[in-house]
């Protein structure tokens, strides 16, 4: 068990830099290329969110490369430095899938309402699950040495510690869904609305799910986590 968790580690690993490395060439291949209506991002997500019969969402400006996103609680689309104003098939592609996520909102879709709950708790838990799932297992490595000390206390506290870890691994679950679906949206749209041609609509896609792939890698690197986890444990009830 032990070696395959080792083995898919690295798989995750070596492909989680193919996924990046393919999004990174995507997304500049495609910069490049002007989306045949001549729009603006801007004006295609102002277009988008009429289509969709959202209102009340506002687009801001927010500094760096891909670091677009949609905020829920102040109803609003971040648009970064080269998505703001382009008018590029990704610059495009990007707003629209932005867009997407407002209108999942905009329906109070279930998927992105548990992720909007879970997302506060997902956060925290990733930074203190694996350190109080390994305080555990030192609890347990310090009982086998003791007779003084009480080996149910170690099992419980790494019990806590995976528990706390499922959040991250329901929050990444949750989220590629999610993703995929704020995409079809984008894409959706760039074809209703015609913002891109034939061609370029396959293009678009590209950028979408390569993007979208990293999300894929991230929920596959929570599950060898998870994984690794509970074999720590099982390892800990051995001693
Ligand atoms: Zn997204």
């Given at each position: 068990?032990e070696?395959?968790?080792?083995?898919a580690?690295?798989i995750v690993?070596?492909?989680?830099i193919?996924?990046q490395?393919?999004?990174?060439r995507?997304?500049?291949?495609?910069?490049?290329e002007?989306?045949?209506?001549g729009?603006?991002?801007?004006?295609?997500v102002?277009?988008?969110?009429?289509v969709?019969?959202?209102?009340?969402?506002?687009?801001?400006h927010?500094?760096?490369e891909l670091?677009d996103?949609?905020n829920?609680?102040e109803?609003?689309?971040?648009?970064?430095d080269?998505?703001?104003g382009g008018?590029?098939?990704?610059?495009?592609?990007i707003?629209?899938?932005?867009c997407?996520h407002?209108c999942?909102?905009?329906?109070?879709?279930l998927?992105f309402k548990?992720?909007?709950a879970?997302?506060p708790?997902?956060?925290?838990?990733?930074?203190?699950?694996?350190?109080?799932?390994?305080?555990?297992?030192?609890?347990?490595y310090?009982?086998?040495?003791s007779?003084?000390?009480s080996?149910?206390?170690?099992y419980?506290?790494?019990?806590?510690g995976?528990a706390?870890?499922s959040?991250?691994?329901?929050?990444?679950?949750?989220?590629l869904?999610?993703?995929?679906?704020a995409s079809r949206?984008?894409?959706?749209?760039?074809k209703?609305c015609?913002?891109?041609?034939?061609?370029q609509l396959?293009?678009?896609?590209?950028v979408?799910w390569?993007?979208g792939?990293t999300?894929?890698?991230?929920?596959?690197?929570?599950a060898v986590t998870l994984?690794r986890l509970?074999?720590?444990?099982?390892?800990g009830?051995?001693?």
């Open positions: 068990m070696i395959i968790l080792y083995i580690a690295i690993m070596i492909w989680s193919a996924v490395g393919r999004l990174n995507l997304v500049k291949k495609y910069s490049q002007e989306a045949s209506s729009k603006t991002a801007n004006d295609c102002r277009e988008m969110l009429a969709n019969d959202v209102y009340g969402v506002t687009m801001d927010v500094g760096g670091t996103n949609f829920p609680k109803n609003k689309i971040y648009l970064s080269s998505v703001d008018t590029s098939i990704t610059a495009i592609a707003a629209a899938h932005e997407g407002a999942q909102a905009s329906d109070a879709w998927p548990i992720r909007q879970i997302a708790f997902a956060g925290i838990a990733s930074k203190i699950s694996v350190w109080v799932a390994i305080a555990g297992v030192f609890l347990m310090l009982a086998s040495r007779s003084s000390m080996y149910e206390l170690g419980w506290v790494c019990t806590l995976i706390i870890y959040m991250v691994f329901l929050f990444y679950l949750v989220t869904p999610i993703e995929r679906n949206r984008g894409l959706a749209a760039m209703q015609g913002w891109v041609s034939e061609a396959k293009s678009a896609k590209k979408l390569a993007a792939d999300y894929a890698v991230a929920l596959a690197s929570s994984l509970l074999l720590l444990r099982g390892r009830r051995r001693r």
